[in-house]
Protein backbone atom coordinates (compact mmCIF):
# COMPACT_ATOMS: atom_id res chain seq x y z
CA UNK A 1 0.00 0.00 0.00
CA UNK A 2 2.69 2.30 0.79
CA UNK A 3 4.11 1.59 -2.91
CA UNK A 4 1.18 2.73 -3.73
CA UNK A 5 0.59 6.43 -2.60
CA UNK A 6 4.07 6.94 -3.49
CA UNK A 7 4.00 5.90 -6.72
CA UNK A 8 0.63 8.14 -6.68
CA UNK A 9 2.54 11.34 -5.02
CA UNK A 10 5.46 11.05 -7.08
CA UNK A 11 3.04 10.89 -10.22
CA UNK A 12 0.86 13.55 -9.21
CA UNK A 13 4.42 16.28 -8.24
CA UNK A 14 6.03 15.28 -11.47
CA UNK A 15 2.52 15.52 -13.68
CA UNK A 16 2.36 19.13 -11.74
CA UNK A 17 5.77 20.28 -12.81
CA UNK A 18 4.92 19.14 -16.27
CA UNK A 19 2.44 21.28 -17.03
CA UNK A 20 4.36 24.30 -15.02
CA UNK A 21 6.80 24.05 -17.51
CA UNK A 22 4.26 24.04 -20.23
CA UNK A 23 2.38 26.89 -19.30
CA UNK A 24 5.54 28.67 -18.75
CA UNK A 25 6.52 27.93 -22.40
CA UNK A 26 3.12 28.05 -24.12
CA UNK A 27 1.82 31.55 -24.76
CA UNK A 28 -1.13 32.20 -22.88
CA UNK A 29 -2.14 35.41 -24.85
CA UNK A 30 -0.84 37.35 -27.71
CA UNK A 31 1.21 41.00 -27.26
CA UNK A 32 -1.31 43.60 -26.82
CA UNK A 33 -1.96 45.82 -29.23
CA UNK A 34 -2.67 49.87 -29.47
CA UNK A 35 -5.37 50.90 -28.90
CA UNK A 36 -6.54 52.23 -32.23
CA UNK A 37 -7.33 49.92 -34.45
CA UNK A 38 -4.93 46.95 -35.11
CA UNK A 39 -5.60 46.54 -38.70
CA UNK A 40 -5.10 50.25 -39.17
CA UNK A 41 -1.64 49.84 -37.80
CA UNK A 42 -0.77 46.88 -39.34
CA UNK A 43 -1.71 49.11 -42.87
CA UNK A 44 0.59 51.71 -41.95
CA UNK A 45 3.72 49.89 -40.73
CA UNK A 46 3.57 47.88 -43.60
CA UNK A 47 2.77 51.16 -45.93
CA UNK A 48 5.69 52.35 -43.95
CA UNK A 49 8.25 49.61 -45.08
CA UNK A 50 7.39 49.74 -48.82
CA UNK A 51 8.30 53.52 -48.53
CA UNK A 52 11.30 52.98 -47.08
CA UNK A 53 12.40 50.05 -49.94
CA UNK A 54 11.17 53.18 -52.26
CA UNK A 55 13.24 55.94 -50.98
CA UNK A 56 16.31 53.20 -50.72
CA UNK A 57 15.20 52.04 -54.57
CA UNK A 58 15.40 56.11 -55.61
CA UNK A 59 18.27 56.80 -53.35
CA UNK A 60 16.52 59.57 -50.98
CA UNK A 61 18.65 59.94 -47.90
CA UNK A 62 16.74 62.22 -46.58
CA UNK A 63 13.66 60.59 -47.11
CA UNK A 64 14.83 57.32 -45.97
CA UNK A 65 16.48 59.12 -42.63
CA UNK A 66 13.39 60.49 -41.51
CA UNK A 67 11.28 57.05 -41.33
CA UNK A 68 14.84 55.70 -39.24
CA UNK A 69 15.32 56.08 -35.48
CA UNK A 70 18.76 57.47 -34.36
CA UNK A 71 20.77 54.81 -33.60
CA UNK A 72 19.18 52.16 -35.91
CA UNK A 73 20.99 49.23 -37.05
CA UNK A 74 20.32 46.77 -39.36
CA UNK A 75 22.23 42.83 -40.69
CA UNK A 76 22.34 41.08 -43.58
CA UNK A 77 25.30 38.98 -45.16
CA UNK A 78 27.55 41.95 -45.12
CA UNK A 79 27.16 41.63 -41.06
CA UNK A 80 25.88 44.49 -38.83
CA UNK A 81 25.98 47.64 -39.70
CA UNK A 82 24.76 51.27 -38.33
CA UNK A 83 21.65 52.47 -40.36
CA UNK A 84 23.69 56.19 -40.75
CA UNK A 85 26.44 54.52 -42.13
CA UNK A 86 24.20 52.88 -44.78
CA UNK A 87 22.76 55.88 -45.98
CA UNK A 88 25.58 57.24 -47.94
CA UNK A 89 25.96 54.20 -49.76
CA UNK A 90 22.52 54.36 -51.22
CA UNK A 91 23.54 55.23 -54.29
CA UNK A 92 25.81 52.61 -54.84
CA UNK A 93 22.58 50.29 -55.01
CA UNK A 94 20.73 50.28 -58.19
CA UNK A 95 17.51 48.60 -58.48
CA UNK A 96 15.49 48.10 -61.56
CA UNK A 97 12.69 46.62 -60.32
CA UNK A 98 11.18 45.10 -56.21
CA UNK A 99 8.28 44.28 -54.55
CA UNK A 100 7.49 42.65 -51.15
CA UNK A 101 4.69 40.26 -50.67
CA UNK A 102 3.60 37.57 -47.02
CA UNK A 103 3.85 41.05 -45.27
CA UNK A 104 2.56 39.99 -41.75
CA UNK A 105 2.97 42.45 -38.42
CA UNK A 106 3.98 40.65 -35.10
CA UNK A 107 3.13 42.75 -32.01
CA UNK A 108 5.49 43.36 -28.83
CA UNK A 109 3.63 45.53 -27.32
CA UNK A 110 1.49 48.57 -27.75
CA UNK A 111 4.61 50.45 -29.36
CA UNK A 112 6.82 47.97 -30.94
CA UNK A 113 6.01 45.95 -34.16
CA UNK A 114 8.14 43.71 -36.35
CA UNK A 115 7.11 43.84 -40.03
CA UNK A 116 8.38 40.84 -42.15
CA UNK A 117 7.99 39.93 -45.21
CA UNK A 118 9.69 38.26 -48.76
CA UNK A 119 11.34 40.95 -51.06
CA UNK A 120 12.15 40.11 -54.33
CA UNK A 121 14.02 42.29 -56.87
CA UNK A 122 16.67 43.08 -59.19
CA UNK A 123 19.72 44.98 -59.22
CA UNK A 124 23.26 45.61 -58.21
CA UNK A 125 25.02 47.11 -54.55
CA UNK A 126 28.69 48.53 -55.22
CA UNK A 127 28.54 46.66 -58.86
CA UNK A 128 27.27 42.88 -57.27
CA UNK A 129 23.71 41.58 -57.93
CA UNK A 130 21.33 41.91 -54.80
CA UNK A 131 20.39 39.23 -52.88
CA UNK A 132 16.92 37.80 -54.48
CA UNK A 133 14.75 36.87 -52.74
CA UNK A 134 15.76 38.11 -49.47
CA UNK A 135 13.37 37.56 -46.26
CA UNK A 136 13.42 40.51 -44.24
CA UNK A 137 12.31 41.69 -40.93
CA UNK A 138 12.05 45.37 -39.60
CA UNK A 139 11.38 46.33 -35.70
CA UNK A 140 9.40 50.07 -35.53
CA UNK A 141 8.57 51.29 -32.31
CA UNK A 142 6.33 54.22 -31.86
CA UNK A 143 9.03 57.12 -30.89
CA UNK A 144 6.29 60.63 -29.28
CA UNK A 145 3.74 60.68 -32.38
CA UNK A 146 5.97 59.08 -35.07
CA UNK A 147 6.42 55.47 -36.06
CA UNK A 148 10.36 54.63 -36.77
CA UNK A 149 12.42 51.64 -37.59
CA UNK A 150 15.13 50.72 -35.23
CA UNK A 151 16.14 47.37 -36.39
CA UNK A 152 16.32 45.93 -40.09
CA UNK A 153 17.66 42.72 -41.21
CA UNK A 154 17.67 40.80 -44.25
CA UNK A 155 18.14 37.09 -45.17
CA UNK A 156 18.99 35.48 -48.52
CA UNK A 157 17.00 32.89 -49.68
CA UNK A 158 17.98 29.15 -49.40
CA UNK A 159 18.56 28.40 -53.46
Same mark, same amino acid.
Given at each position: ?39 T??? *? =? @? $? ?5 ? &???A ?5 ? !?? *? =? @? $? ?5 ? &? ?8 ? !??? =? ?18 V ?51
Amino acid at each position: MKTAVWTLAILALTSGATTIAQDVNEPTQQAPRPAASANTLDK *A =L @I $ANERKLN &DLVAKGDQAG !FL *A =L @I $APGAWSA &DAGGFMKVSD !FAP =LMSQLKLSNWTITDEKVSWVDATTAIVTYKWTGTGTFQGQPVDSPTYASTVWTKKGDKWLAVYHQESAARK
